[in-house]
Each structure stands twice: as C-alpha cells, then as structure tokens.
C-alpha cells in the first residue's frame, strides 16, 4: 500500500504560469483534501471533496481550482501562479471525521 | 473563530529529557483533538487523538492530555531520544470537514 501520494515532490514556477499538483490515494476513502502549510502557521484548507464527484472551499480557495477525478484521485491546479502561493501543498485522504492520513508534501516555490 | 497556538515553537532538549509541550484552542466546543508528528520533507503521522469526553491518551512513552473547559492540551514526552527529533502539531476537530492545525513545536533532542 503506497498510502496518499503526491506529484511533484518540487516545483518551481515564474508568476503567471499555471501548473496542477497531483494526488492519488489507495486506501478506498471517500473523503481527500488539499491544505497549504506555510512558515509559522498551521496547515490551512484549500479544498475538499467528501466523496467522488463532490468538490467544496475549505478556509483557502482562492487561486485554487480542483478536481475529483475518481474515487482515487483528487487534483489541484493553479491556473495564474502567484508568488503568495509559495508554499508546500499537502494533499491528505481519509473516511470521514477526524481521522486523515496525509501525503508527504509538494514544495512549490512561485518567483 | 476556532484559533490552535502552540507554544514554544521550538525547544531543544538532551537526550533522557522528560518534556511538554503545550497546546491552546479558543473555542471549547470540539468533538476530538489530535497530535500529530512531522518529520522534514515528510507528511504529517497521527500520534494521539482524544475525544472530548476523555482526559488524556497514552501510547508508549507519549501521553496527551486534554483540559477542554480551558482550552487546553499538553503532550507529554518521556525519556526522550534523538529519534523523537521532529515537528510536533496540534489539530482540533470541530465538526463536518473542519480540522484547524496550530503551527507546531519543533523538537530536538541532543544525543
């Protein structure tokens, strides 16, 4: 079981361009998120998706669009990357509630 | 709004220690709170999670206790040992999909 694992593990972009991070996840839960973790603060919510073909904001979801593509994969794009998003991205799956089980991180530096 | 603060937000400890670490929330009105470990360029582990109803959680040489009427928690670390070098965070879960992290305490313990 590979668990929650996530696409780049590092990118570098220039203002504008837009670029998706990949998430797939192997535990057959209905529930994945996308949280941004940034220097001093605690992991914020992007987005979230309860169940397949269900998307909803989360705290964050600004400059953010996503996609539930399956049951398995949850998709975050970035269409005009901006150097406020500078941040490491974690996807994360769970079954519902508290109980989550997160992907190791994508670091996306914007200049 | 629900606010997580983690204090110190970073500690440094010989090997053999006992040691704290603190977490606040402002809002009591919680179902559970966790703790959970981050190592670097990794995602995040749960540790310990305890229900509202409960005081303290035990596994191992950790043990985390929860004071909901004033919105406290502390993970206790025994022993400690240079392998429990690692960001320590607090998350409370407060309903629906709502999980709100502090910004962690980052350990080291000096062999």
């Known amino acids: 079981n590979a668990g929650v694992t996530q696409t780049p593990k590092f990118q570098v972009l220039k203002t504008g361009q837009s670029m998706t991070l990949q998430c797939a996840q192997d535990?057959?839960?209905?529930?994945m998120y996308w949280y941004r973790q940034d220097p001093g603060m605690g992991l914020r919510l992007i987005y979230y998706?309860?169940?397949?073909?269900?998307?909803d904001k989360g705290e964050v979801p600004n400059g953010y669009n996503v996609s539930r593509l399956n049951k398995r994969e949850f998709s975050l794009r970035l269409e005009s990357a901006a150097p406020s998003q500078t941040s490491v991205y974690f996807c994360?799956?769970?079954?519902?509630?508290?109980?989550?089980?997160f992907g190791p991180g994508t670091r996306l530096t914007v200049l | 709004k629900q606010e997580v603060t983690q204090i110190p937000a970073a500690l440094s400890v010989p090997e053999g220690e006992n040691l704290v670490l603190n977490c606040s929330f402002t809002?009591?009105?919680?179902?559970?709170l966790q703790w959970f470990r981050q190592d670097p360029g990794k995602g995040l582990t749960s540790l310990l999670l305890?229900?509202?109803?409960?005081r303290e959680q035990t596994s191992g040489r950790l043990n985390a206790s929860l004071d909901k009427s004033s919105g406290r928690s502390t993970l206790y670390i025994a022993a400690s040992q240079p392998g429990d070098s690692a960001t320590y965070l607090c998350a409370v879960y407060t309903g629906g999909f709502k999980t709100i992290f502090g910004a962690g305490t980052r350990l080291f313990v000096k062999a």
């Open positions: 305890i229900q509202s109803s409960q």
């Open positions: 998706s309860a169940s397949e073909g269900t998307t």
């Open positions: 535990m057959n839960h209905n529930s």
């Open positions: 994360a799956s769970g079954p519902g509630g508290p109980s989550q089980f």
């Open positions: 809002d009591s009105a919680i179902y559970n």
